[in-house]
């Protein structure tokens, strides 16, 4: 490999290296993950206190914040950017970008992505997305104020928020980092589908992997149809086209169902990879294999499929044939079992296993026992009359949080602490990572479990002062205990970064396989040099073969030759995974 | 425990409530078991020296049992959910009580039929932020809104429905006992949606007959006085401090 003879721009900037667009992603994603927490630092303030000045308020410039007071306009474009920013710049691309490009050729036995150029377009396409997206902070009249949903007529039509720019760059960014998400997708089916090492079924290949291909296929399918609503949206704002005004013939709700039509598939886009490592990593550190390895596989398939039919869930009140939220209520109902399987999978798997509780590991477990919660307290608005009262509330808002920090969150401090050692060759300190897991794990619930409360008491969402209301007065001492929670769980962050960031120049140097893991990536060495593998790993069985009989240690690696059989020159095609 | 839930004061209240209250009882169960589970098995099969985790990959009878008895139980619901969903919000039941709902940012217009017995005429009771309904008597609530999409939301009355620019949504209630309680916008829309707030009086027929006949002799009025067909809206109520 001529990786000495690449100059710095090449290798470390517009680099084609899939392991360094990976690592970008992640830098940027934690970037944009530290401005999304702070405007829902922000966000708690105004609920809790919504007559006193925000703390630090006043070095924001009068016209934003008259004495350091956050106005409605404002309060409305700092939840709208929270929601844009941590799921279209932290979750989907920390999870996609960052895990899926370091990830996928490690795990395969490749040497790199199918197309290493166009990876490298992916995020240099995505990146000024982002950029877009942040610098609409800076411009008149602020950035987009209507929710990550973004609502039509509110969206459309400059004179209903006041938001002129903010909101067409907003439109523009999501755009852009779509197309990016796209271009990355169409890398990843191709990779995963021809550059497997010899030996590597498909049902050999670890459930990270698996969950990455089927959110790519998710990704390839969902993207182009809000790409499509985006357009019809920019073309309403600046060209006056009527697409969603009704004035002009066109249809409101068009967009609510286009937009779902991606956003529901959207929101399995954002849990499943992190499924996939829960998977993996549970494997890992119970010394055991996954229980149900193809139950897992088939769920996995299952849930993108129906993942396309139940987009109507999110609209029972739009105005909606009542009738169409039956047939929406029902395969709502139907794409819960998959997750359910899931679950008892995840428990099986701990099942007499030898459980060492490392930091990932606890990452790991407490997404499954976060995400049990939210994926219950879905099924409450899956059922449509109980969606009437609790739809809109906060009541949502936990459920959702649940899903995207519990599990979505979780899942990728877990990925983190468990690949760092192959990213970046040094280890995390586990005491830090412990404490922050524990401190996190608790004001975690401290600060999202109390929302069903707040939500089965009718709070609405996206109020800028719930004290507004008789009816919501009584629960404010909830709204104060929760904001507390939060701003103390956006602080143990600071442990989490500053473990992280040390760690990339102090850590402890780390070996080829620190967790004595079976996946390839382990066989390459830490961190992996340009082209991955010194040679070409072949793979003679499934990834999760812990304490094996065949094996004196509690580990097999995928690439490990048979003790006693002779090396077979060419795997059979259709071996099964437990071979 | 105190409930969490508000008041209920719409005949379907008890019914959503019932549903609401079923899921977090079977959900309760499953939150339990499923996490106790998982604590459990953390402290059992925690790594001791000289233990080995057990080979195996699975069990297929397992499988079919865990995705049969949750698939049971989601259907079961999904039928249950459906009876109550179409007592509601499939039908609309016959009525002569009617009353249009226009929302606009950031305000609910409230229009009556006035004395010709029909709406968008001049002799329409027009209010603002202030509904006024007969308990024990189906309404009809036609939803329609000028501007942007918002929601009604009638906590106690456990009803919420988008008004959608281009629609007009028919949805009914009948309330149980009278009082004043809370209309909330539940979709954002707008700078003001968090003060998008109205109240429903409710009251006895005779009395809520009373109030509609002084608000029709006071469009009548204002027209005379006007001399023209313009429709005039009745004063809102101060809402309660």
Known sequence: MSEHKLPFIRRYIFSTDHKVIGIQFMFVSLLFMVVGGLLAMMVRWQLAYPDRAMPLGTLFPESVMPEGHIGPEVYNALFTMHGSIMIFLVIIPMLTGAFGNFLIPLMIGARDMAFPKLNMLSFWVALPGGIIMASSFFVDAGPAATGWTAYPPLSAVPDYTGVTLGQTLWIVAVLIVGTGSIMGAVNYITTIVNMRAPGMHFFRLPLSLWALFITAILQLMATPVLASALGMLLFDRTLGTHFFAPAGGGQVLLWQHLFWFYSHPAVYIMILPAMGFASDILATFARKPVFGYKAMVFSLVGIAGLGFIVWGHHMFQSGMNPALGTAFMLSTMVIAVPSAIKVFNWLGTLWRGSIHFTTPMLHAMSFVSMFIIGGLSGIFMASTPVDIFIHDTYFIVAHLHYVLFGGSMFGIFAAITYWFPKMFGRTMNEAVGKVHFVLTYILFNLTFFPMHMLGMGGHMRRIYDPTQYEFLKPLQPINIFITQSALLLGAVQVLFMANFLLSLFLGRKAERNPWRANTLEWAAPSPPPHGNFERIPTVYRGPYEYSSPESSEDYLPQDQPPAHAPVPSRPPAMSPARA | ?241
């Open chain 2, 1 to 241: 425990m105190r409930s969490w839930l508000p008041e209920g004061v719409s005949t379907y209240s008890g019914s959503i409530d019932h549903m609401f209250y079923m899921i977090l009882w079977v959900t309760g169960i499953g939150f339990i078991v499923t996490e106790v589970v998982l604590f459990a098995f953390a402290f059992m099969y925690r790594s001791r020296p000289g233990r080995r985790a057990t080979y195996t990959h699975g069990n297929s009878k397992l499988e079919i049992i865990w995705t049969v008895v949750p698939a049971a139980f989601f259907v079961f619901l999904g039928f249950m959910s459906q009876n109550v969903w179409s007592s509601i919000k499939g039908h609309v039941p016959h009525t002569d009580e009617e009353v249009t709902v226009t929302a606009s940012q950031f305000n609910w217009e409230i229009r009556y039929k006035g004395k010709d017995g029909a709406f968008d005429t001049p002799d329409d009771v027009v209010t603002s932020n202030d509904m006024r309904l007969p308990v024990d008597v189906p309404v009809k609530i036609r939803l329609r809104s000028k501007d942007v999409i918002h929601s009604f939301f009638l906590p106690q009355f456990r009803l919420k429905q988008d008004a959608v620019p281009g629609l007009t949504i028919e949805v009914w209630l009948q309330a149980t006992r009278t009082g004043e309680f809370e209309i909330a916008c539940a979709e954002l829309c707008g700078f003001g949606h968090y003060s998008m707030r109205g109240v429903l009086t409710v009251l006895k027929p005779e009395e809520y007959r009373t109030w509609l006949s002084e608000q029709e002799a006071g469009v009548t009025a204002a027209q005379a006085g006007q001399g023209a067909p313009a429709p005039a809206a009745a004063e809102a109520k101060a809402p309660p401090a």
